[in-house]
């Protein structure tokens, strides 16, 4: 064919060709509107899930619930949008809006998780260590497919200008259409959402991206709250009791928050693997029916060492008060925070807090961090640098998922094969259970490492140690993985944690304490709120802010008549 003939049958498409090639130009609010659509259609599969999957009724009444939910997402978001962004930066918002949208729906997905206050607390505190263990490369197909169709929308529109009162009128009027949608359609579903709601008020935080700019805010707003002000004095009137006046020795208790260890695989609770070989050595109390204060890091540390607990659950006191460390220092011990994770959450702050020593621990240390091993270091430092009376507690990483592959040495790898992805998706669930107990060993390890050292102490302190974890953990289950599923609703494994106790002779002496009879009522329930009041009572200090009810040592002293009678 000759070029004349080319050019004679590519000229009826030109036209066509030169408008596919321009740039489409819209409004901001159409902008606005097409990528709501797409959070939708796209970022909301378990919120669908949740509100269609157990709904009754014919296909016609389910497909007009289905089509009413979804206008109403959609002027829910746009209405959000609409009021906060303003034209001039509408791209780059929605630019990055899109991104964290598509973050945030590949790890609800893939993890179930609920991003509520709690879980965007922990977001916003996770290191860097943490945070990048959940970045793979397997990931990156997945976000691609929530984000490059809006942003190459973003990339290829003009926004159309507009006269300042021209754009006034027209974001009124979008914005009063959107109210008059979202009345309509929820009106339309308003009983069968309504319900939903009274019942499970946790599928709100399954509305994407509205749950975490809603949870985001809620958390920063209350943080920040909690930090501007000093904190609430808890337990001043703390002191220790006479009875110390009649020994010589200090004492030297060491308390191990633990991290994510679950009930369900923690050998001395029965599992049918042993995961706790060298502490089953030991001369340990181990409590098997714990039921913890929160799921996730954030919500239990501070609930476990506050005075409130679950019981009296209120988070805005539990974060403004001062916690059982700051007790403790009141009545006259030493307190020291040593930490291989987040942080302490704002219950150490004010004391002496501190980190594992790389220098000092080239064997549990590599350019990522420092395995839990590496804090007994400090601790030998802290002990043996000193003669005074100290309460040592120790944060562990423990089994923080989902690489739990990085939390023990190669020589702890027992249970074969491990997962040893990031990526939980790329193994079976036996690799991803099998590198959870292997982690497991590891801190039974620790543990059984800290008792030896203070049993080599006992010519110099009177010397305990309790051990509890914070969370539980999923690892599998009904296609659950991690944990943060919010309370109410969470399975029973990321609530029911490990607990253990130890004393040596000469602590059990000098307080009174019947360590038989205590193993006795290790078979009883008990949960994260007895660890604040149950730590006074096992040191002996007398304050207002103990509550016998949550001590779970009594009744297993040879004094404790007396102690309540001189209370």
Known sequence: MTTTALDMGLKPARPFLAQLAKRPSLGVETLILLVCLWFTATSNSLFWQATLDSRAGSWASIA?????????????????????????????????????????????????????????????????????????????????????????????TDIRPRPLMRAVGIRLLCLFTAVAVTGASGFAIFKGLSSLMREKKEVRYLITPANYLY???RAFANDSAATAREKIPVGADATLSAAWAQHKKPVLMIVVIGETARAANWGLSGYARQTTPELARLDVINFSDVTACGTNTEVSVPCMLSPYGRNSYDETKIRSSESLLHV?????????????????KGTCDGLESLHPDVKASPADCNSDGCMDGAMLTGVRQLAEGSRESQVIFLHTLGNHGPAYSKRYPESFKR??????????????????????????????????????????????????????????????????????????????????????????????????LDTQCLRQRAHSAVTHDHLFHTTLALLDVRTSALDDKYDFSAGCKANYRQQIAAK
């Open 64 to 156: 007009f619930h289905g089509g009413a939910l979804a206008l109403l997402l959609t002027a829910i978001h746009f209405l959000l949008l609409a009021i906060f962004i303003p034209r001039r930066a509408a791209k780059p918002l929605l630019a990055t809006l899109i991104l964290a949208t598509s973050f945030a729906a590949y790890y609800m997905g893939k993890y179930h998780v609920y991003l509520d206050p709690d879980m965007l607390r922990n977001i916003m505190r996770t290191d860097y260590r943490e945070a990048s263990e959940l970045f793979t490369w397997g990931m990156i197909p997945a976000v691609a497919a929530y984000a490059l169709p809006p942003l190459l929308l973003l990339a290829r």
């Open 415 to 512: 249970f074969l094969p491990a997962c040893e992805s990031s990526d939980l998706g790329k193994c079976t669930q036996q690799e991803i259970v099998n590198a959870y107990d292997n982690a497991l060993l590891y801190t039974d390890h620790v543990l059984a490492q800290a008792v030896e050292f203070l049993k080599t102490q006992q010519s110099s302190y009177d010397t305990a140690l309790l051990y509890v974890s914070d969370h539980g953990e999923s690892l599998g289950e009904n296609g659950l993985f991690l944990h943060g599923i919010p309370y109410a609703i969470a399975p029973e494994i990321q609530k029911k944690v490990p607990m253990v106790a130890w004393f040596s002779d000469g602590y059990a002496k000098r307080f009174s």
């Open 328 to 344: 403790l220092k009141h009545a006259g011990l030493r307190v020291s925070w040593i930490d291989n994770q987040s942080g302490c």
């Open 215 to 217: 949870s985001g805010v």
